[in-house]
């Protein structure tokens, strides 16, 4: 591994640390992540299906209350360096993820637990109208959450490849194929997620649609993708010319009609 794709790795970790405080560029999620790391360490591919597998468990992996959710961040960097350094499969990447993830949720309540002490300090300074001292704090804030990715990262890049290779082999095949079976069981869970969001009563013939076609056709998922895109500007269109054609005085069709009966006083 090269010096600069070393540096490279660590500006993606410590993107994705702090855009794990932050969430507003989504840039912690495994499917992006992964895909930067393994666009650095030239296995865009490894990276985009390692990713999406991770991002499909990582659905369920939410902070609720005082709960912390798995630490995606930490998960997806370093388990993605690790299956492209040691040429594993994805299954060994799943397996090596969870575990980071158990880890990296330990680490992220350390390290928050070590910015209270800062938070206190920019109330200090707002009551005293330092503005400057807040902006510190909070910069210093997110200094440490990404050092929380970046550290851990600088460390399996100093790894030999082969000491790398002995870690993963040395893991008993119980726990790896433990932690696959239980990924698995997660991976369930975030389609099940997306297909509660997806609970469109006018939209669900297009998911039967997809479906049957990935049963029955050798369709891959660039072949997906084209599909549903088509789709979904066919339906655009039709809905668009089906509201034009409406008369006067009646309501856009919005996909869910209703019935009304205008004449209820007339009913006997």
């Known amino acids: 591994m090269s010096s600069i794709q070393i540096i490279l790795l660590l500006v993606i970790a410590a ?26 360490l030239g296995d865009l591919k490894t990276g985009i299906i390692l990713g999406g597998t991770l991002e499909l468990m990582a659905l369920g992996w939410m902070n609720v209350g005082l709960a912390m959710a798995p630490d995606t961040a930490i998960a997806s960097v370093i388990s993605t360096i690790l299956v492209i350094t040691a040429g594993q499969g994805i299954g060994e990447g799943i397996a090596v993820a969870i575990a980071l993830a158990a880890a990296g949720q330990v680490l992220t309540i350390f390290v928050r637990t070590i910015t ?11 009551e ?26 600088l460390i399996v890049t100093l790894i030999s490849v082969s000491a790398v290779q002995t870690f993963l ?55 997906f993708g084209a599909l549903g895109l088509c789709l979904a500007l066919l339906y655009q269109q039709v809905m668009q010319q089906r509201n034009q054609m409406q008369p006067a005085g009646v309501p856009a069709a919005t996909g869910s009609e209703q019935v009304y009966d205008d004449d209820d006083d007339l009913d006997a």
């Open 15 to 40: 993107v994705t640390g702090i855009a794990s405080v932050l969430d507003e560029g989504q840039s912690h999620r495994p499917l992006i992540a992964c895909t930067l790391v393994g666009l650095v």
């Open 116 to 126: 209270v002490f800062l938070i206190h300090r920019a109330d200090k300074y707002a």
């Open 128 to 153: 005293e109208g330092n503005f400057k001292g807040i902006e510190i704090m909070h910069i210093t804030a997110m200094g440490f959450q990404a050092l929380r990715v970046m550290i851990p990262t």
């Open 169 to 223: 082999g040395n893991i008993p095949e119980v726990i790896t194929k433990g932690l696959q079976i239980g990924g698995g069981i997660i991976v369930v869970v975030g389609y099940a997620m997306v297909i509660n969001m997806m609970n469109i009563p006018h939209l669900k013939p297009f998911f039967y649609i997809g479906f049957l076609l990935a049963a029955f056709t050798g369709f891959n998922l660039v072949g």
